[in-house]
């Protein structure tokens, strides 16, 4: 089967591979509607996780089952389903004590496009089908519902991490899509006024629908600077971080009140070690509480995000800027997700 791969740090191919197996729990898809992720990109031309040969890429997939393993209860060939780019061994005890992300090792739920092949392949596995995937309602298209696989997932866990209260005044720093989805989860969590930090014209729009009061254009003038004077150098409750170098922790302790809360839901790429800013961090007294977390994953989120879809709470489309209709297009859009041309926020690949 054909398969779009990292070749090995700063290199992508198309190779053959044998199609994969189900295990009794697993299942075997053919993607419908597949997209690349900026992590995809960290990966490959960054190394962001080290060196991977030959490892199918993607983790942002809504597919079509072809098979299942004998025990597998609640999906059957023809099912068209959601699943998750974090996918956990739930039978794994670590589940007992742990964030499912972190299931059997640190980041282990990540496994598409890190642990295991991707879903850039004309057919992928998935681990304990019953409890990773879910059913695709018919009311959401696939196109919509791939944004749920780790754009609203992680997006959202920004405002979870961030803890967000009604009223709140929160900073999300950087407004790609990931971003975007953040903005969205802190209204949905009650912030009050809400800055977006980015520069692409497209994205602030598309913001400002989801619910950004102010626009802090990081290029103009420094986001620490912006905030103070928007805020009479108070700062704000809560600051989600979601894009740029490790500059913009430093940025995110500055900018956050004392006693509040610092979410990063960035992949931060490169570098030893990050900086946390001695004296704007009380020096470690103030009470700001720094989190980052990998984006939950599993059947239920899966079901949840799609229930905010159907009700109209949230409407994913908004952010797709470009579209495919087949499966060897994906090497555009991932082509596309590395130049970050200024009229995109996200490529999404179709196939029939
Ligand atoms: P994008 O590249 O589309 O967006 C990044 C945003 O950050 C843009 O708004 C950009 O501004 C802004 N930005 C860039 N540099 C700076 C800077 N120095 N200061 C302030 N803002 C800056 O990325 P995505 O939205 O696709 O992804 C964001 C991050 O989330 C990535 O690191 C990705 O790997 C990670 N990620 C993490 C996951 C998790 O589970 N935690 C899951 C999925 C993704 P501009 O408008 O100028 O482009
Ligand atoms: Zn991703």
Redesign the pocket.
């Known amino acids: 089967m054909k398969t779009f791969v990292m070749k090995q740090i700063g290199e992508t191919a198309w190779i053959d591979k044998e199609k994969p197996e189900a295990g009794p729990r697993d299942a075997i898809l053919r993607p419908i509607a597949i997209a690349p992720?900026?992590?995809d990109i960290?990966t490959v031309y960054e190394g962001g996780i080290g060196e991977r040969q030959n490892l199918v890429l993607g983790h942002e997939a809504v597919g079509e089952v072809i098979e299942v393993g004998s025990k597998v209860e609640d999906f059957r060939s023809g099912d068209r389903v959601i699943v998750p780019?974090i996918t956990p061994d739930w039978y794994n005890t670590d589940i007992q004590d742990n964030y499912h992300q972190h299931s059997n090792g640190m980041l282990f739920g990540f496994q598409f496009a890190n642990l295991k092949d991707g879903v850039f392949s004309e057919y992928f596995h998935v681990n304990d089908a019953d409890l990773n995937l879910a059913h695709l309602p018919d009311e959401i298209s696939p196109e919509a519902a791939v944004m749920l696989t780790?754009m609203v997932t992680?997006g959202l866990h920004g405002a979870e991490l961030a803890d967000i209260e009604f009223g709140d005044s929160v900073a999300v720093?950087?407004?790609?899509?990931?971003?975007l989805m953040a903005i969205a989860g802190a209204k949905l969590r009650g912030a009050s006024r809400l800055f977006g930090?980015?520069?692409?014209e497209v994205?602030a729009e598309v913001a400002s629908d989801f619910g950004m009061t102010d626009q802090i254009n990081?290029?103009e003038v420094p986001?620490s600077e912006q905030i103070d004077s928007l805020t009479y150098g108070k700062g704000v409750d809560a600051t989600i971080i979601?894009?740029?170098?490790s500059?913009?922790l430093t940025t995110a302790v500055e900018i956050t009140k004392p006693g509040g809360n610092i979410s990063n839901?960035?992949?931060f790429s490169i570098g030893e070690s990050l900086p946390i800013p001695r004296l704007a961090w009380g020096n470690g007294m103030a009470h700001k509480t720094i989190k980052g977390?990998?984006?939950p994953g599993g059947r239920i989120r899966m079901e949840r995000l799609a229930n905010l879809v159907t009700t109209g709470r949230l409407n994913p489309e908004k952010l797709i800027t470009h579209h495919y209709n087949k499966f060897e297009d994906i090497e555009e859009a991932f082509k596309l997700m590395k130049d970050?041309p200024r009229d995109l926020i996200k490529p999404v690949v179709t196939i029939d």
């Open positions: 992720c900026t992590s960290h780019a780790d992680t720093i950087g407004i790609g899509p990931v971003g930090a980015g520069s692409r994205c990081y290029k986001i979601a894009g740029g170098d500059d913009v839901i960035n992949y977390g990998l984006c970050k």
